[in-house]
């Protein structure tokens, strides 16, 4: 009997240093709350410079991770393994978040700086009221292009890019919403479209664009564009911007048949275990002079209307990437097009893209 305690301790004891050491090892890595804040966004989505400044000022110690898609991102978080106490999701994502119960409400009372958002990027429809989310970047899916590799010639149309004229001359981004709602608009559907014979019909359109496809990239896009690899390329603005600061050859548009207008927002997921830190993490970032700074970093939109006075003339005002949205009505926000059709475009785009050569 005797030993028998003795082993039932000697197991609970190494249980207890297990757990100690799994406890140490999670603080470490910024899952353990207390003096630590961990965030979880996009790669290259934040000035660096920035998170060392908060850390300096509010005593916290930032802890970084970056996801490279929506769905990679909620998935890690709804696996509940790892505590993310803010994370910036896209909005189709934070509406099927809420939808999934993986967020926390947020206290407007603990973000002041919210006053400083543009009203019309507030109380959207992937969260009324923004009791969830508050934004954090925004801006459009275009067409960047080199003007001298094209002759001279413009591009102002999504049906542009099928001319046989720019065979191999296009690089796609790899992303299955940004490639069919390009073939969905271009033929006069919207980019939310859950019809199978329109989603069928752009799929086979795509089909025909490929011999003019010279490669479907990731990031790797902006280096090619602005080397001229390629004459074309489709991308996200933030990126866009990016690629012409560095080769002012290169021109950006908006197709006038549509494309999206999207927007990145901060939330706290529900797994958060440092609240307080989380709160005062986005406060921070919605402070002006803040949020004016990150823009001029990362290249995307801010919405914050007061960071507007803090940014260079020239891009402040650079109707390109801060469009007026209000009369802009051939723009659309993504819709949250649930699991089985998101899975359709998908498929629909992984069959486009396992035609490349």
Do not use: C
Not at 41 to 50: C, K, M, Q, S, V
């Amino acid at each position: 009997m005797k030993r028998l305690v003795q082993g039932f301790a000697a197991v609970f004891i190494a249980a207890f240093v297990l757990m100690f050491i799994t406890h140490r090892l999670n603080e470490a890595e910024g899952y353990g709350g207390g003096k630590t804040v961990t965030v979880y966004n996009w790669g290259d989505y934040i000035d660096p410079a920035l998170i060392r400044e908060f850390e300096k000022e509010t005593g916290w110690k930032v802890i970084y991770q970056t996801f490279d898609s929506n769905e990679a991102m909620m998935a890690k978080i709804a696996q509940g393994g790892a505590t993310f106490d803010v994370a910036v999701p896209s909005d189709y994502a934070i509406s099927k978040m809420i939808e999934e119960k993986l967020l926390l409400p947020l206290d407007h009372r603990k973000l002041p700086n919210l006053q400083y958002i543009e009203p019309r990027f507030l109380n959207l429809p992937f969260d009324p009221h923004n009791r969830y989310s508050v934004p954090y970047f925004w801006g459009t899916v275009g067409i960047v292009y080199n003007r001298e590799m094209l002759g001279g010639k413009t591009i102002t149309s999504w049906n542009d890019l099928w001319n046989p004229d720019l065979r191999n001359q296009i690089l796609l981004v790899d992303g299955a919403r940004e490639v069919m709602g390009m073939a969905l608009n271009s033929l006069g559907y919207s980019l939310n479209d859950t019809n199978k014979a329109h989603l069928q019909e752009a799929k086979r359109k795509l089909d025909r664009l490929m011999p003019n496809v010279k490669a479907i990239v990731g990031d790797e896009i902006k280096l090619l564009l602005a080397n001229e690899e390629a004459a074309i390329g489709i991308v996200w603005s933030g990126d866009a911007a990016e690629i012409i600061a560095k080769n002012d050859k290169l021109d950006y548009v908006v197709p006038k048949e549509g494309s999206n207008l999207w927007f990145d927002n901060m939330v706290i997921p529900k797994t958060a275990k440092n609240i307080e830190g989380a709160h005062a993490f986005i406060n921070f970032m919605l402070d002006p002079k803040h949020a004016a700074q990150n823009a001029e970093y990362v290249g995307y939109s801010t919405p914050n209307k007061k960071a507007l006075r803090y940014l260079p003339k020239d891009i402040a005002g650079d109707r390109r990437f801060y469009p007026d949205l209000d009369s802009a009505g051939h723009l659309e926000v993504y819709e949250n097009l649930g699991k089985h059709m998101l899975a359709y475009y998908n498929e629909l785009f992984l069959q486009f893209k396992m035609q490349q050569k």
